[in-house]
């Protein structure tokens, strides 16, 4: 490894370390398991993540999804049940990146992506307004419903001075970017605002006392009937840990070019995490991308930088806890507003909105569910809408062209009709399509199918009861063209069954109007 990746590596953990300290602390408490959790949850998983997890950048930790989901298990079964939960939780990760479920992620939609990551940026930036005022924040309320409390509670023209110092932090980090990339500018504006804080005795509220390491550190203990009873919130719980981290990771792969993304491993890498997170005494621990992109943004290009997170954290509450202590919650807003407002890139929201209407409705519902309700559900509605948009833009394919006979015509062509059926013929659009089939006055109709591009047991379905309602109308149809790729599916839908008689399946257009005029001339000889 490069001298110039172990600085930048160095920097980065030490950057993100500081960053992750208050957020620990307070999603610890914030889960009603305490903060002590919430650190051991941030050195534990952070280092297990960081080695075991397929994201050279992502940063591992409590976070404030899964603090709503926790909130309520406390709530219902006590503190302990948190430590079942993670190692249950934990494990059905494990499981999942066993069996190679990883990379269903790569179908979440561009949209849907980007719409979670403007909805996390703004939740990031409001959940940062009651430091950024010096408010109390309100535990598990809606982030923009705290944020508007906030300013509403805010003890005016006294939070003009956490605000400036907000602003001050921003301008800080945002010139650091414009004069080298390799300039801590975040660790420098903490810096020089602790000390600022210090000298002046700024009434700024600041971190206040840690609490003591792993003075409370035991084994999980719950009889058997309790700890069935939290099977269903384990698989919640390992379903958000799975979904945010990938996306976390995801996200972080746009960020930079920080090497290859292995969504397989980062589950293994994440479920390990929250296993020994339970067995340590924290909660369970997923990929942060407030944290992630702190990591990013700051030069991280390896595992280092997150394992010297971890490292930090745990030197900090060991040795350091007196001087952290005085670092101003308004310092660590401002760092975090500034790092939300640079994940959002405006032109990446431009060509998500222009793309399509489809894409831009799915990108808008995203984001907003996501900062209104939670990120499961965001995602799921967001994928929704896209497949329904995806289906419909399919359905539209399909159709039914008429086609003249090639050569000169011949007495009794006006009774042959040649339907061509392209496109998709699926259960969103075999009805609609095969509708204009019915139409036909015809007496003897000739389906092309060579041109159907996708073919379901619906569509195969609906196709053969077309056959047996024309033929019941005296009409006599022939296929041309059924792609092999369809003849199982069609047989088996009973396509061909519904031709009756010899000669009615033909992989030659010219074969097939040659049938089609003998049979109508047998018939006007038989009238």
């Known amino acids: 490894m490069a001298p110039r990746t172990w600085r930048a590596d160095l920097i980065a953990g030490i950057t993100v370390g500081v960053v992750a300290l208050p957020l620990a602390l307070g999603f610890g408490i914030a889960s009603g398991a305490g903060a002590e959790a919430g650190l051991i949850t941030a050195i534990v998983a952070g280092v297990a993540a960081a080695v075991l997890g397929g994201s050279n950048v992502q940063v591992s930790g409590p976070t404030g999804a899964m603090v709503v989901v926790l909130a309520p298990i406390v709530a219902a079964h006590g503190v302990a049940a948190v430590a079942v939960v ?31 990551t403007v909805g996390i940026a703004v939740i990031i930036f409001l959940q940062q307004v009651p430091s950024a005022l010096s408010t109390e924040p309100q535990v598990g309320a809606n982030a923009l419903i705290a944020a508007g409390e906030s300013v509403r509670a805010a003890e005016w023209p006294g939070a003009l001075l956490p605000a400036g110092i907000v602003v001050f932090v921003a ?9 080298d990339r390799r300039v801590p500018g975040s660790l420098v504006a903490v810096v020089a605002v602790t000390v600022l804080a210090a000298v002046a005795h700024l009434p700024l509220p600041t971190i206040g006392a840690l609490p ?9 203990s719950m009889d058997l009937g309790t700890a069935g009873s ?52 924290g909660i369970p621990a997923t990929g942060a991308i407030a944290r992630t992109a702190v990591n990013v943004r700051s030069g991280a290009r390896t595992r280092v930088a997150s394992i010297v997170h971890a490292l930090v954290l745990l030197l900090t509450v060991l040795a350091l806890a007196p001087l952290v202590s005085q670092i101003p919650l308004a310092a660590l807003a401002g760092v975090l507003m500034f790092t939300a407002a640079r994940m ?18 799915a990108f808008v519902v995203t984001a907003v569910v996501t ?82 591009e996708t073919l379901d047991s619906t569509g195969a379905r609906t196709l053969a009861e077309l056959i047996t309602t024309l033929e019941r109308r005296s ?16 047989d088996r839908a009973g396509i061909i069954d519904s031709v009756r ?24 000889a038989a009238g």
């Open 86 to 116: 993670s190692i249950a939780a934990g494990l059905f990760v494990v499981i999942a990146g066993l069996l190679k479920l990883g990379r269903l992620v790569a179908l979440v939609p561009w949209p849907v992506i980007e719409g979670f």
């Open 212 to 220: 003591a390491l792993l003075s409370r550190v035991s084994l999980p």
């Open 475 to 490: 009409i006599t149809v022939l296929i041309k063209g059924l792609r092999p790729d369809h003849a199982t599916l069609a």
């Open 230 to 281: 939290l099977l269903g919130p384990a698989l919640a719980v390992a379903a958000l840990a799975a979904i945010e981290s990938l996306l976390s990771a995801r996200v972080a792969s746009g960020l930079a070019d920080t090497g290859r993304f292995d969504p397989d491993r980062e589950l293994i890498g994440q479920g390990f995490a929250s296993v020994a997170s339970g067995f340590m005494g």
């Open 501 to 524: 008689g010899e000669q009615r399946v033909f992989t030659d257009l010219d074969e097939a109007v040659s049938r089609a005029r003998l049979l109508v001339q047998s018939e006007t």
């Open 371 to 452: 900062i209104s309700f939670d990120l499961i559900t965001a995602v799921a509605i967001g994928v929704a809408m896209t497949a329904l948009w995806a289906l419909h833009g399919l359905a539209a394919t399909a159709g039914v062209h008429r086609e003249e006979i090639a050569g000169p015509p011949q007495p009794g062509d006006e009774r042959i009709e040649i339907l061509r059926l392209d496109g998709a013929l699926f259960f969103a659009s075999a009805e609609r399509v095969l509708e204009r089939v019915r139409t036909t006055a015809a007496t003897v109709v000739i389906l092309r199918l060579s041109q159907i």
């Open 171 to 179: 301008a800080m980090m945002w010139i650091g970017e414009r004069i």
């Open 344 to 361: 959002i890139s405006w032109a990446t929201v431009r060509s998500v909105v222009r793309s399509s209407r489809g894409s831009a409705a």
